[in-house]
C-alpha cells in the first residue's frame, strides 16, 4: 500500500468524486481510478461503492479514511517536527572529569553552565568526581 495512494483515496473521499480528486492531484481520472483500483486490490476488497451519481464509502472504506487521515496529519506532524531542527543543536552535553582538571581544561564551563545555552533546547553540564588515593 503506497502512501501516495492513501492521499489519493482522502481526496477521492473529500471531493466526493474521481474527476474531482483528478482536478486536485493534476493528473486524469483514469489514473485516480487505476490507483483506488491498485489501493483495493492490495487490501482485498472495495473501498467504495460505485453509482453513476456517487460514490459511498463501505464499512472498510470509512476505517480506512478515518486511519489515513490519522496517518497523513501524523506524517505532516513528523515532518515539520524534523524540520525544526534545521541544523540546531539540541540535547545535553556532559562533561566528566576531576575537578581540579575540569577548571583546567574546561575554564569555560562554569561561564557557560550559569548562563543560558546558546541553543534553547540545549544544556551544558559539569560534573566531576574527587579522586582518592589508594583507590
Known amino acids: 500500500m503506497k502512501a501516495d495512494f492513501l492521499s489519493t483515496?482522502?481526496?477521492?473521499?473529500?471531493?466526493g468524486s474521481f474527476s474531482g480528486a483528478a482536478r486536485k492531484r493534476a493528473i486524469t481520472p483514469s489514473a485516480v481510478v487505476?490507483?483506488?483500483?491498485?489501493?483495493?486490490?492490495?487490501l482485498g476488497l472495495a473501498l467504495l461503492i460505485r453509482s453513476t451519481r456517487a460514490l459511498t464509502l463501505t464499512d472498510a472504506?470509512?476505517?480506512l479514511?478515518?486511519?489515513?487521515?490519522?496517518?497523513r496529519d501524523d506524517l505532516a506532524d513528523t515532518h515539520a517536527e524534523?524540520?525544526?531542527?534545521?541544523?540546531?543543536?539540541?540535547?545535553?552535553?556532559r562533561i566528566g572529569c576531576l575537578p581540579t582538571f575540569r577548571e583546567a581544561?574546561?575554564?569555560?564551563?562554569?561561564?557557560?553552565?550559569?548562563?543560558?545555552?546558546?541553543?534553547?533546547?540545549?544544556?551544558?553540564?559539569?560534573?566531576?568526581k574527587a579522586f582518592r588515593s589508594g583507590a
Open 65 to 71: 479514511h478515518e486511519r489515513a487521515l490519522r496517518l
Open 34 to 42: 487505476r490507483q483506488i483500483d491498485t489501493l483495493e486490490a492490495d
Open 105 to 128: 581544561l574546561c575554564p569555560a564551563t562554569p561561564r557557560v553552565t550559569s548562563s543560558p545555552a546558546p541553543c534553547p533546547k540545549t544544556r551544558v553540564g559539569a560534573r566531576g
Open 9 to 15: 483515496f482522502i481526496d477521492v473521499v473529500q471531493a
Open 61 to 63: 472504506g470509512e476505517r
Open 82 to 93: 524534523v524540520s525544526a531542527f534545521g541544523g540546531s543543536v539540541s540535547g545535553t552535553l
